[in-house]
């Protein structure tokens, strides 16, 4: 368990008219947030947080202008996270049913252990804070190694080139992310514990 897994945050930002504008999304089901996400195994920093920030705004010409640092980012108290791709197995044994996998940084709950494999649980909600309801819950065993206490996020900024609409939107994982440039200087409520993020900022005051 104590192979890291590499986050990455992407603040992109563009000229506004009334100042430096940041591009943020709305999540329908969690809220208002900055583009990040994981590091694929074996994948460049830089090109992780190329990808992210492309496929999380829709904006294909951005430009790289700054990696900002790294900063130790556990798993929230009571999760471990999923350090690489791996099936999720009925028993603890290879040659037991794989029925469901799990993607690299998912973050789950530990249940209990047994001859190299660890039982765990992913649950996600119709919304993150004040869920109403489970849509699904998987419950499996993985491997021991295939588990990470230690996550580290890098932080990078971008900027749009050319001149790009006030709204738009973009799909990902079938889900629909209203996309918004905001002042820097007038940043909506941004959810926890993003909103920390936004120190990495150079031009934040």
Request: net charge negative; with cysteine; proline share 10%.
């Amino acid at each position: 368990m104590n192979t890291p897994v590499y986050k990455v945050t992407c603040f992109i930002t563009r000229a506004g008219i009334n100042g430096d504008e940041l591009l943020l999304f709305n999540h329908p089901n969690v809220g208002v947030q900055i583009p990040a996400g994981t590091v694929n195994p074996g994948e460049v920093l830089e090109s992780a947080a190329r990808r992210e920030a492309i496929e999380e705004s829709g904006l294909a010409d951005l430009v790289l202008m700054h990696s900002l640092g790294e900063v130790e980012d556990p798993p929230a108290p009571g999760f471990i996270v999923v350090a690489y791709p791996t099936p999720v197995y009925s028993r603890p044994d290879t040659n037991s049913y794989d029925w469901a996998h799990f993607r690299t940084g998912l973050p789950v709950q530990v249940l209990r252990q047994a001859e190299g494999f660890t039982q765990v649980c992913f649950e996600e909600t119709d919304r993150h804070f004040d869920h109403q309801y489970i849509t699904y819950n998987i419950t499996g065993w993985i491997p021991d190694d295939a588990l990470s206490s230690q996550c580290i996020r890098h932080f990078y900024m971008f900027t749009a080139p050319y001149p790009t609409p006030p709204r738009l939107s973009v799909t990902v994982d079938y889900t629909v992310f209203e996309l918004i440039w905001a002042p820097l200087h007038a940043l909506p409520s941004i959810v926890p514990p993003q909103a920390g993020w936004i120190k990495w900022l150079p031009s934040f005051d």
